[in-house]
């Protein structure tokens, strides 16, 4: 699993078991996602590459450093991926946001593309895909395949929960795409729910079950 990237910082696991927990409403389900996706944002970060600078402090001139390379555009899977963007946006504020809408059919478990609205400049950008559940994979897959058709090539998979099965499929669809998750759960259930997971992220954000 080398290019799954495990996210286990006490903070994010509190917060996540809190996530879980089915007594946990709408309004603290939206803030804690957001918090822990500002937590993540700051690990899947890590490798940006910088620029030394010169900069000019009340005492005297010194090297410093900035961030350079290429910008950052977010990638939320609608539904429940907008509940991660506004966390990523408090860290990186100047990142642009694409929408990739898909659904998952829930009879045959595969994914429906239904609305897509990318950056003019998205192929220049360094993406994080976004979706705090890595089930089957097939949702995750598909929007990653729909941004390299784009002509995209630099893609990170953020999400909170990940089921083996999933990295698997993303990993054989996509092996150049790192994913970085807060927990890898046991596996998926005959409806392709992840166990022990957190239930429907996308109804437990917006209220809607
Ligand atoms: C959920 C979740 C993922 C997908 C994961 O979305 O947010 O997008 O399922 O499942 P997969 O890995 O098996 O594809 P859902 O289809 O329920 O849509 P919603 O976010 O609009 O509720
Ligand atoms: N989508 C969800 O929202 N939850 C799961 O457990 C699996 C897919």
Do not use: W
């Amino acid at each position: 699993m080398s290019n799954v990237h495990l996210i286990d910082h006490p903070l994010i696991l509190h917060k996540l078991t809190r996530i879980r927990d089915r007594e946990t409403g709408p309004k603290d389900f939206r803030a804690l996602m957001d918090e822990v996706s500002l937590l993540m944002a700051y690990e899947v970060t890590r490798d940006m590459p910088l620029e030394e600078v010169e900069v000019e402090t009340p005492i005297c001139r010194t090297k410093a450093y900035t961030i350079s390379g290429k910008k950052v555009g977010i990638v939320p899977i609608l539904r429940a991926g907008l509940g991660m963007v506004n966390g990523i946006l408090r860290l990186i504020p100047t990142a642009k946001v694409g929408h990739i809408g898909v659904y998952r059919d829930p009879e045959t478990l595969q994914p429906v593309e239904y609305y897509c609205k990318l950056p003019g400049d998205v192929q220049e950008r360094e993406l994080i895909v976004i979706d705090p559940m890595l089930a089957t994979g097939g949702s995750a897959a598909a929007a990653i395949s729909f941004l390299k058709e784009r002509g995209c090539t630099a893609i990170k998979l953020m999400c909170l929960l990940a089921a083996p099965e999933g990295i698997q499929r993303v990993q054989e669809t996509h092996p150049d795409v790192g994913i970085f998750t807060a927990a890898v759960d046991e596996r998926l259930n005959s409806h392709g729910y992840i166990i022990p997971g957190l239930g429907d992220a996308g109804d437990r954000l917006f209220g809607t079950k």
